[in-house]
C-alpha cells in the first residue's frame, strides 16, 4: 500500500506529514518506557539487548514485505506490519519500527513517494499499529490468559488492521485526490481487496507471534503477564508452586539465540525466497490503475537509486540482483532500527540519572 507521489495533493500530503511527525514524536517518548519496561528484571535483559530486537523486528518486517502473495485475480498483497510490531515490541515502538521501514524503503528502494511518506506513516505504520493493539488488548482481556489466546487475539487484530488501513487512505483521497472519481467505488475497491490481504497478514503475524511464544513468551510485549504458574501435586490436588528466591541466571534469558535465528530467516526471505513472491500490482496499485486514481502518479525522486525498485543497478541476473538487494535491505534496516532503538534507550537512562542527581523539591 505504498502511496506514489501524485496520488493526494501537497497540502493533505504535508498535513498528513505533521501528523506523522507529531505521532512519531510521541512514540519515541512511549518507546522509552517500553524499552526501559522490557529491560527490566525478568522481562528479558538490558538495554544491550532490547534495542537490537527491535531493530530485528523492523529487518524482519522489510523482509516479509518483499515477499507479495496472490490474494485475487491479477492482485498481490503484503504484510504491513504494524499489528506484527505492536504485539512483539510495543504499539509505541511498533510506529517506529514501521516508520522505519517506510522512510527505508522510499529513500533506498524508490517504493513510496518522498513526498507521500507522510501519507504512507499515517496508513502502514500509525492506523495498523493502533487499531491493531487496542484489538488485541480487548481481546486479550476477555479471551482466556493463555499462549493461544495471545495467538488467537494477534490474528484478528492483524486481519482488521489492514482493511482500517485502507479506509484510512480512502478518507485521505476522499480530501486530497488528485483525480475525479467516485469516493464510493474508491473505498468499495480498497476494502474489499485489502481484507483478502488482510487474511494473509494475519496468518504471517499469527504463525509469527506463536513461533516467538513458543520458544520464548518473555520476549513478546504482548504477552506479559499471561505465565501461567507452575503447578504440583500435592496429596491428590494441584496447588501453585513456591516461586523461586533467585532469578534466572542471565544467561537463561539472553535473547541472542532468538536474535540470530530471527537475522538468518529475515535473509533468507529477502535474499532467496523474495524471488519466488507475485510480480502481480499489490492492493493499491491495482485499485489505482482500475479506476485511473494514477493519472496523476509523479516519477520517485530517487528513481534512479542504486537499489530502486528492489534490484543492485548494473547486475543483470535478476535472481542474484533481487536478492542482494533484499540482504542490503535487511541489512541496513536493523543496523538502522538498532541505532534508533539504541539512541531512545539511551535517552531513557540518561533521563533517569538526571532525576536521580535532581535535589529533592527541585523541578527540572
Not at 505521532?23 to 529491560?39: C, N
Amino acid at each position: 500500500m505504498h502511496a506514489p507521489d501524485g496520488f493526494i495533493d501537497v497540502p493533505v500530503s504535508a498535513a498528513a506529514g505533521v501528523l506523522a511527525a507529531g505521532a512519531i514524536a510521541v512514540s519515541l517518548r512511549g518507546a522509552r518506557r517500553e524499552l526501559d519496561d522490557t529491560a527490566r528484571p525478568g522481562a528479558g535483559g538490558g538495554a544491550e539487548r532490547t534495542a537490537p530486537l527491535a531493530g530485528l523486528v523492523a529487518a524482519f518486517i522489510f523482509a516479509v514485505q518483499m515477499l507479495n502473495f496472490p490474494v485475487a485475480a491479477g492482485t498481490s498483497g503484503h504484510l504491513l506490519g504494524g499489528a506484527l510490531a505492536a504485539i512483539l515490541v510495543g504499539p509505541y515502538t511498533g510506529v517506529l519500527c514501521v516508520s522505519v521501514v517506510l522512510l527505508l524503503q522510499s529513500v533506498l528502494f524508490a517504493d513510496g513517494g518522498l513526498t507521500a511518506l507522510g501519507v504512507n506513516i499515517t496508513t502502514m505504520a500509525i492506523t495498523t499499529t493502533v487499531v491493531a493493539y487496542a484489538l488485541f488488548r480487548g481481546l486479550v482481556k476477555v479471551l482466556p490468559r493463555s499462549r493461544r489466546s495471545v495467538t488467537a487475539a494477534s490474528f484478528v487484530a492483524a486481519l482488521v488492521s489492514v482493511p482500517a488501513s485502507a479506509v484510512v487512505f480512502t478518507l485521505l483521497y476522499a480530501v486530497g485526490g488528485t483525480t475525479d472519481v467516485s469516493i464510493g467505488k474508491v473505498a468499495t475497491a480498497m476494502v474489499g481487496v485489502h481484507v483478502l490481504i488482510g487474511l494473509g497478514e494475519a496468518a504471517i503475524t499469527a504463525l509469527t507471534v506463536g513461533a516467538v511464544i513458543a520458544v520464548r513468551p518473555d520476549l513478546v510485549h504482548g504477552a506479559r503477564g499471561l505465565g501461567q504458574k507452575l503447578k504440583l501435586r500435592v496429596n491428590g490436588e494441584l496447588v501453585d508452586a513456591p516461586e523461586t528466591a533467585e532469578p534466572a541466571p542471565a544467561a537463561a534469558r539472553s535473547p541472542r539465540k532468538v536474535w540470530i535465528a530471527g537475522l538468518v530467516t529475515s535473509l533468507l526471505l529477502a535474499g532467496f525466497v523474495s524471488f519466488y513472491a507475485s510480480a502481480n500490482p499489490d492492493g493499491l496499485e491495482k485499485v489505482a490503475a482500475d479506476h485511473g486514481i494514477d493519472k496523476q502518479a509523479e516519477e520517485h525522486a530517487v528513481a534512479d537509486s542504486p537499489l530502486a525498485d528492489y534490484g543492485v543497478k548494473d547486475v543483470d541476473d535478476a535472481r542474484l540482483s533481487g536478492g542482494l538487494a533484499g540482504v542490503i535491505g535487511v541489512g541496513v534496516t536493523v543496523v538502522a532500527g538498532t541505532g534508533v532503538f539504541w539512541a531512545v534507550r539511551r535517552r531513557r537512562t540518561a533521563d533517569e540519572r538526571a532525576e536521580d542527581t535532581t535535589p529533592s523539591g527541585t523541578s527540572v
